[in-house]
C-alpha cells in the first residue's frame, strides 16, 4: 500500500480533534470522519485521547471488544497491533481505545507521539479525540499532530474557548481547520444564532466543515453506528463532505440557508 | 411592500440574538487574545484616547479596539473616528508625529 497524502513524514496524516469546551461534538465528529475516510477507501484510525473518560468505543459501537489500550501501548504491555479494534463496517476503520481507569498524567507527550508514530506507516489518517479542557490531556493528544480539527458550535462559550485552542494550537506550530457544528438554518434565519460567517469572520481560521443540528446524531449514538452511514441523514453528508476536503478534493461549503423552507422559496422566486 | 417581501426572504442580517452574541464575544475575545484584564483595557484605552486627542478632536463613542487573528499574524486594529485636526498641536516632539489623518490605525503587533 503506498500511503500519499501530501504528508512530509512517512506515512499518513494525525489530526487532532479538538475544541476547548466540552459537549461541542469531538468524539462524534472523530468518529462519523473516520468512517467517511474509511468509506472513501483511506485506512483511518481514530484514537481515544479522553484517559479515564473514554466514549469513542461507545459512539463507534466496539465498546465489548476492548482488550488493550493506549496506554498499555505507551508502557509497552501489547503490541501496537495487538490494541487496535476493526470497525464492524468497514475493513479500513480502526480503534485506538483510551484506558478507562487510569489518570490523565499517566502518559507523557512524548509517550503518545510515540504511539502514534508507531501506528503512522500503517493508516494513511490518524484521528485523535482529545478531551475538553487545555491542560494535560489536550497536550498529550496534540503531541504528536500535524494538524488540528477545531470543532464548535455557534455559541458564545464554545467560541470562546475554539479561540482559546486556536491560540494554544498556533503556539505549538498546529495548523487548524474549522469544523462549526450543530448550526440550525432556521435559528440563523431569524437571527437568533450567529452563521456561518459570523463564526468564520470571528475566529479567521481556515473553514473546512459545517454540520447543521442533526437528530440522526443521536440515533447513530444509540446504535453504536456513526452516523455516516445513514445516507438521509445531513449530518452524515456533511461529514463525507469533509472527509473529501481532507483528502483534497474541491467540495464546496455547504449554504445552509439555501435549505430552508423560506430560503428555497426565495431563491425559487430570485429575492433570496 | 417588495422590501417588505424582501425582508421576510432575506437569509441574515436580521440584528436579534445574534447581533448581542457577536458584541459580548468580541469584548471577551479582546481580552482573552491581549491577555489584559478589563482595568488594564481601560487605561490602555483612556491613554490611547489622550495621545489622538493631542492631534485631533475624535467622536469618543465611535473609538473602538479589535485583536485581529489573520492566517499568520495578529494585529491590534485601534479605530477611531477623528472629526477634525486640531489647531493647537502640541509642540511635544516625537509623540505620535506619523499619526495619519485616517478613519482607522491598524499598529501591528
Request: hydrophobic share 40%.
Amino acid at each position: 500500500m503506498t500511503l500519499n497524502n501530501g504528508s512530509k513524514k512517512s506515512g499518513g496524516k494525525i489530526y487532532v480533534v479538538t475544541s476547548g469546551k466540552g459537549g461541542v461534538g469531538k468524539t462524534t465528529t472523530t468518529a462519523s470522519l473516520g468512517a467517511a475516510l474509511a468509506l472513501r477507501g483511506q485506512r483511518t484510525l481514530v484514537v481515544d485521547a479522553d484517559i479515564g473518560l473514554r466514549n469513542l468505543d461507545v459512539i463507534l459501537g466496539l465498546e465489548n471488544r476492548i482488550v488493550f489500550n493506549l496506554v498499555d501501548v505507551a508502557k509497552g504491555h501489547c503490541k501496537p497491533a495487538q490494541a487496535i479494534i476493526k470497525s464492524k463496517k468497514s475493513n479500513n476503520l480502526f480503534l485506538l481505545p483510551a484506558s478507562q481507569t487510569d489518570d490523565k498524567d499517566v502518559v507523557s507527550e512524548e509517550e503518545v507521539k510515540s504511539v502514534l508514530d508507531q501506528y503512522r506507516r500503517e493508516f494513511h489518517y490518524i484521528l485523535v479525540d482529545s478531551p475538553a479542557g487545555i491542560e494535560q490531556g489536550f497536550k498529550n493528544a496534540c503531541s504528536g499532530a500535524d494538524s488540528a480539527l477545531v470543532v464548535t458550535t455557534p455559541e458564545v462559550s464554545a467560541i470562546r474557548d475554539a479561540d482559546r485552542v486556536i491560540g494554544l494550537l498556533a503556539a505549538k506550530g498546529i495548523e487548524p481547520h474549522l469544523i462549526i457544528n450543530r448550526i440550525d438554518a432556521e435559528m440563523v434565519r431569524k437571527g437568533d444564532m450567529l452563521s456561518v460567517k459570523d463564526v468564520q469572520e470571528i475566529l479567521g481560521i481556515d473553514l473546512i466543515g459545517v454540520v447543521e443540528r442533526d437528530d440522526q446524531i443521536i440515533v447513530a449514538a444509540n446504535y453504536g453506528e456513526p452516523v455516516v452511514y445513514n445516507p438521509k441523514s445531513k449530518a452524515g453528508i456533511a461529514y463525507q463532505n469533509i472527509a473529501g476536503r481532507l483528502c483534497g478534493e474541491m467540495i464546496p461549503i455547504e449554504d445552509v440557508l439555501s435549505d430552508t423552507l423560506w430560503g428555497r422559496l426565495g431563491k425559487r422566486l430570485g429575492i433570496g | 411592500m417588495l422590501k417588505a417581501i424582501r425582508s421576510w426572504f432575506q437569509t441574515e442580517g436580521r440584528d436579534k440574538s445574534k447581533a448581542s452574541a457577536r458584541s459580548r464575544l468580541s469584548f471577551v475575545l479582546v481580552q482573552d487574545r491581549t491577555g489584559l484584564n478589563n482595568d488594564e483595557l481601560a487605561s490602555f484605552k483612556k491613554e490611547m484616547i489622550e495621545v489622538i486627542e493631542r492631534y485631533f478632536v475624535i467622536d469618543e463613542s465611535g473609538f473602538d479596539i479589535d485583536y485581529k487573528r489573520h492566517s499568520d499574524t495578529t494585529t491590534l486594529v485601534i479605530n477611531s473616528p477623528i472629526v477634525v485636526r486640531r489647531q493647537d498641536m502640541p509642540t511635544m516632539s516625537g509623540v505620535g508625529s506619523e499619526a495619519k489623518r485616517k478613519s482607522s490605525r491598524a499598529v501591528s503587533e
